[in-house]
């Protein structure tokens, strides 16, 4: 996987799903690491507050707090001066602060890495809650401000999506390499960095940049404040007996990781072995965690087994301590359980106390802290603590100290119910665990197949609609505050028939997407002999989507802006991208590894990947990849701004994937970088003519705009391939595009006829999976 064309830009990669090969070594090495917090720029200013005890918090300057209960949050203080040098001036306002910390932080881990660049890195992988929120609600405010098109609207739509803002830090360091990106609430970060162990432990990779960050933003502000989650008086105490809530902050953090073999190559300085990794989901509610903290608790336990650790020889816990009622007692708990006889000599302490809770950033933010806690032989202090909660049975650090170390963990729990820990090692310690030998998978399977669309809720309608060939009715989507004065067609998806969807409580306040994503993983697991996910064993969820749940978004901003003092607390959990995934996970009993993936059309390609990834490591039995989206009125205005001819769509589409043999067979990923239409035009040439003969069916990414589609028309011109072209059908589905098309050629597979889905991306890549009927039985 690593690019030996020229620097920064990496070959194409065309990769058979056959069995991968670890290294005789399959260690984990952190070689550099980067930090941006309320706290500083950089990690000797971290430390040298954290060493002070000082707290960070002070009114809040980005955004009007006047009319909430909370009004203070732990700022960051960026550099006045310009950080994106290949970025035009008149440009620099679209880099998101968010993205400006992400920068900061990717400087400071390449240099103490002794690269100048990301030559040689192979994927970043990401984590984010909010992404480039205030370029979102920027858009809102503009859009609602006027019924006429506002100068400006195009660029701040396109910037933000979290993955263009990925696209500015790739084009300063003139990289062209993947980017994956997570967003799995406040457990994001840590998730990224667990995922870029996984890779870089099978093989997949040899050097990854991974982390997470998010920036203050008004929504999620209000958001917290109407949860009455926030501490009134602005301090968080967690693990104080008379604590009230926690306090918002905003940061990024960046580790690079490296195999063995990699570091040793450029003789790098390992700062520490990245040893143990979990994730696990707590099914309890989409914002409380299970008081007994049982999901925490496996999370811990599977870091160390991982680790070849056993509680007692961890030195310190970064827990994810909040400072909310509901999570330290849950953690309290969950340590105890873990920790067992060594509880009460096990250092923990919660460094939100200082910055605050950096959403998305947190879980890196908090890893590199560990990382510098391990390497410097200190312990950072849980401030404000004025009498510990009687749950507390460890060795609660009130003040900063200094400790030798040997390994560290640190907890990431986030809403949704995502858990996650990670376990860092002196990189001078001996091999604890055995080198991952990934079970070899022959191939890989599509078990069963679910879809919702604008043609109805099942896959059968999907494919009558599309094999017919005629545009579906359009309807204009009208405002739901104000007026505009243009038409703004959408195709959207039907009301269900009563069956189609269960009656429980969850649901009835369930964003459409969330029973979009559903709707289709149900029909995928009843087509595999496994309905509603009984006897399928241990079930792992992968959920992608562009824009996520933009309706409840939407209308709570509204709130937001019009009463601030109302704004829903029912609606603000129903906002965050990995909704639908804890709604799905929830009714299925997925308790093991789930997570939400942001990205493009071709995000469910991302989807597949980590499945696969899953699979090989043996954490579930089967796997559901599934990609969603839904409209509403701005996103449909977005859609316009872009081109003017397009119809925005919705839906969702689901595979469960399979070692087990039955179905049609995934045989071959291709991810081809491009820059600019003649090369498009002519990688897409190549693959057709590479596919010829191999393929009898080819499911495209076309939206009947010749414009936006002529490479595409021209490069496939003359070829026999029964053409299925979905988008022209449904319309423009965005997130759910790929998984619509993916769906449809696995379908074509399993009726006996090789297929392809070649599905459009816009990260400057030709994307596409093939697929072959399953070999029969013997």
Known sequence: MRPDCKPGYPRARSRRFLPVSTFPDSRVFVTGAGIVSPLGLDARANEASLRAERQAFRPVSLFDVSRR??????EVDLPGERLFAQL???RQHLADRGTCMLLLALRETLATAGLGGLAGVDVMVIGTSAGAMPLGQDYFREARRSPRRVPGQVTRVQFYQPWRQMRLIAEEYDWRGPVRLVSNACASGANAIGEAMAMIRSGRA?????GGYDALAELVFAGFDSLRALAPDGVPRPFDATRDGLALGEGAALVLLESAEAAAERGAVALAEAAGYATTTDLHHLTQPDPQGRAALRSMSGACA????????IGYVNSH?????????????AIQGWAGEATARLAVSSTKSAMGHLLGGAGA??????LLALRGGWLPASLNVREPDPAVSFDLVRHFREAPLRAVLTNSFGFGGTNASLVFRAADEAPRAASLAPAALPVLHVAGLGAVSPAGWNLAELEGAVRAGRPLLSQDCPRTIGSREEVCPVRRVPLPAPERLPRVPRLRRASPISRFALAAALEALEQAGFPSGNGAGRLGLV?????????FSGRFYQEVLD???????????????NAPASHVAAQLGADGPVTTLLGDASVILDAVEMARLWLEQGIVDRCLVLAAEECDWLGAEALRYHHRGLVAGEGAAALLLSADGGGPVLAEAVEQPVRGPSERTRALAALAQAWRGQVTTLVGGRNGQPSLEADEVAALAGLAFDSLQPATVLGECLGAAGALQLVLAASAAADGRASVALISSAREAVRGLRLVPAAPAS
């Open 69 to 74: 209960v909370a009004r203070t949050a732990a």
């Open 365 to 370: 933010v908090e890893a590199v802290i560990s």
């Open 206 to 210: 040899r050097r990854v940049v991974a």
């Open 563 to 577: 009463t601030p003092e109302l704004a829903s607390p029912l609606l603000f959990p129903e906002t965050v991208f």
């Open 306 to 313: 991982m680790a070849g650790l056993s509680p007692a020889e």
């Open 543 to 551: 959920v992608g989507m562009f824009n996520g749940c933009v309706q």
């Open 88 to 90: 035009p001036l008149r």
């Open 321 to 333: 301590g909040t400072g909310t009622p509901h999570n330290d007692v849950a953690e309290a708990m």
